[in-house]
């Protein structure tokens, strides 16, 4: 599911509720990972499991963000999300809808089965969290 095959360890630990070693592991790689699409959505899965359910949103918003900023990615050197990790960004975000009682955006979280409507819902997302995104300079 990950390029980066330390991506699959760290998602195995967070899958086994081992944060120690999940957390220990993403410590290690947040210098040269840290805006990673891929990291930042174990990030939220980290967070997830800590119950801060909040910063887990905010991770995983800006995690589909740069997923959809072609130059931010190539500029960085990092690829975006394959399909199957995406299909796990919107599984983690109805999860993540449906604890806040969000029922609006668990419903566009569900109905996003393809990319126009995933790009609908990362619209949405943007409009109603401006604060997340990127200082571009012209």
């Not at 980066?4 to 947040?30: M, P, V």
């Not at 995983?60 to 190539?74: A, E, G, N, Q, R």
């Not at 960085?76 to 955006?105: A, G, P, V």
């Not at 979280?109 to 949405?124: G, H, T, V, Y």
């Amino acid at each position: 599911m990950f390029n980066i095959k330390e991506f699959e360890i760290i998602y195995n630990f967070i899958k086994e509720n081992n944060k120690t070693e999940a957390n220990q592991l993403l410590i290690s790689f947040r210098a040269k990972f840290a805006l990673h699409p891929d990291y930042l959505f174990l990030m939220s899965e980290y967070l997830f499991l800590e119950d801060r359910i909040y910063q887990a949103i905010d991770t995983l918003h800006t995690s589909l963000l740069i997923d959809y900023d072609d130059m931010f990615l190539l500029k960085n050197n990092f690829e975006k999300s394959n399909i199957k990790l995406i299909d796990k960004k919107f599984e983690l975000f109805r999860k993540l809808f449906k604890i806040t009682n969000n029922l609006e955006l668990l419903k566009d979280a569900e109905d996003s089965n393809n990319e126009q409507k995933r790009l609908f819902f990362f619209n949405k997302l943007q409009e109603l969290m401006p604060g997340i995104g990127f200082n571009k300079k012209p």
